[in-house]
């Protein structure tokens, strides 16, 4: 079975603060992804990678920035974060017939 | 522009049929996903459908029309535990290798006894 995992389920920061929020997959998968989901709002795509190093940005991606240094490893930074990123995160990483969803993290910014 | 359309919400019966519509306009097509998602947990893949038609797995079936941009999630014989959201999520362009995927906001399904 793949396992996607995220550090937190839970955060609470307050605005201006650094948060980083960590992906981690162990199926080799080269394509990984971070979203959020907001009430009537639906799942909307942050940043995306294909591959170590690379990163593409999304629909949303004011506010945030990504590292993948590792293939497994897939980090979203909110530099200085704000109450309208307060949200639930969601990592995911893909084949080409499927998407593999983290837990997520539900982060709170006060 | 890209669009996904699916209805906010949705009630049925325990034991009986239910389907959930998606329509999409898109400036590419490149697959089209359903998943389910219970309430606080992370979205789960439930079908792809790439080619017209209809694809069975289970309880659960997915019917796809590229000419007119539609998809169907069929679930038979409802059990309480089919109460969640369905978001139906189209692969658009710049898709394949990157598996980029657009969603709609979902439909919560109410199973009522």
């Known amino acids: 079975d793949v396992k996607v995992t995220q550090s937190s389920r839970y955060l609470v920061k307050r605005t201006g603060e650094k948060v980083f929020l960590e992906c981690v997959q162990d199926m080799d998968h080269e394509n990984m992804f971070w979203y959020r989901q907001d009430p009537g709002l639906g799942l909307r795509l942050i940043y995306f990678?294909?591959?170590?190093?690379?990163?593409e940005k999304g629909d949303i991606p004011e506010g945030y920035s990504v590292s993948r240094e590792k293939k497994e490893r897939f980090s979203l930074i909110l530099e200085s974060a704000s109450t309208n990123q307060t949200s639930m995160y969601l990592c995911a990483t893909g084949m080409r017939n499927e998407q593999f969803f983290g837990p997520g993290t539900r982060l709170t910014v006060l | 522009g890209q669009n996904i359309d699916q209805p906010t919400e949705m009630t049925a019966t325990e034991g009986a049929i239910v389907q959930i519509n998606c329509t999409y306009q898109?400036?590419?097509?490149?697959?089209l996903f359903w998943y389910q998602q219970h309430a606080g947990e992370a979205p789960t893949f439930l079908s792809y459908n790439v080619l017209d038609g209809l694809e069975e797995k289970g309880r659960f079936s997915s019917f796809l029309s590229r000419s007119k941009g539609y998809s169907y999630l069929l679930l038979k014989e409802l059990q309480m535990k089919d109460s969640a959201s369905y978001l139906c999520a189209v692969r658009g362009p710049g898709g394949g290798a990157t598996n980029k995927l657009i969603f709609g906001t979902g439909t919560l399904l109410a199973v009522q006894p």
């Open positions: 990678s294909y591959d170590v190093k690379m990163k």
């Open positions: 898109t400036s590419g097509f490149n697959g």
